[in-house]
């Protein structure tokens, strides 16, 4: 069974950067595209971004600039980092398994979800 | 940023049948792209519910169908149970500058 974990620090000061980890059980990073998604409190999700094996990323428009995401295929995990954090960017982030464009774009096993709060 | 929409709120009696409407646009729904359904209970990871339109992963009950035509697609639960109060999101592939995947506005499925 694959289980993702979501980690990181949950209190970040505005225009630092919110740093997170997702460790992948039951599966390889090598083997799957990965994606991050948020969702802001009392409001719907949103799709942050995808990771390849390659290491390669593609990300929204809207937080492009700010996004950066990495893999650890020794830890079998990955990462995100949100530059220049605002309270807009107070949400719960999750991390999960994304199928890609051949099989059918969706998401298959999600992480259990990590809140993040940006405050001073 | 939510580019799908959906009804806020639907509710039904228990065994009784409801539905949830997503629609989008030409570029995402409409040119094609597969819609996905997910139920999510708060605190709790969003579950896959359908994929590819109208496909159940293993596990979940027949209960739960997916639809898509045109521009919108839905999901229908019959036998409502209490278990199915949750929050349930539309899912697909966009082509234009709104990012790869975008999500539905979300709706609040409550059992009466």
């Known amino acids: 069974q694959v289980q993702l974990q979501a980690s990181g620090p949950r209190l970040v000061k505005p225009s630092e950067t919110l740093s997170l980890t997702c460790t992948v059980s039951?599966?390889?990073?090598?083997?799957?595209?990965w994606t991050w998604i948020r969702q802001p409190a009392g409001k719907g999700l949103e799709w942050i971004g995808r990771l390849y094996p390659s290491g390669t990323t593609v990300s929204n428009p809207s937080l492009k600039t700010r996004v950066s995401m990495s893999l650890d295929t020794s830890k079998n995990q990955f990462y995100l980092k949100l530059s220049s954090v605002t309270a807009a960017d107070t949400a719960v982030y999750y991390c999960?398994?994304?199928?890609?464009?051949?099989?059918?774009?969706?998401?298959?096993?999600w992480g259990q979800g990590i809140l993040v709060a940006v405050s001073s | 940023q939510s580019v799908l929409t959906q009804p806020p709120s639907v509710s039904g009696a228990p065994g009784q049948r409801v539905s949830i409407s997503c629609t989008g646009n030409?570029?995402?729904?409409?040119?094609?792209?597969?819609v996905h359904w997910y139920q999510h209970l708060p605190g709790t990871a969003p579950k896959l519910l359908i994929f590819g339109n109208s496909n159940r992963p293993s596990g979940v009950p027949d209960r739960f169908s997916g639809s898509k035509s045109g521009t919108s697609a839905s999901l229908a639960i019959t036998g409502l149970q209490a278990e199915d109060e949750a929050d349930y999101y539309c899912q697909s592939y966009d082509s234009s500058m709104s990012g790869l995947y975008v999500f539905g506005t979300g709706t609040k499925v409550t059992v009466l």
């Open positions: 030409s570029s995402n729904i409409g040119a094609g792209y597969d």
């Open positions: 039951g599966d390889s990073v090598n083997d799957y595209y």
């Open positions: 999960a398994r994304d199928r890609g464009l051949l099989s059918g774009n969706y998401f298959d096993y």
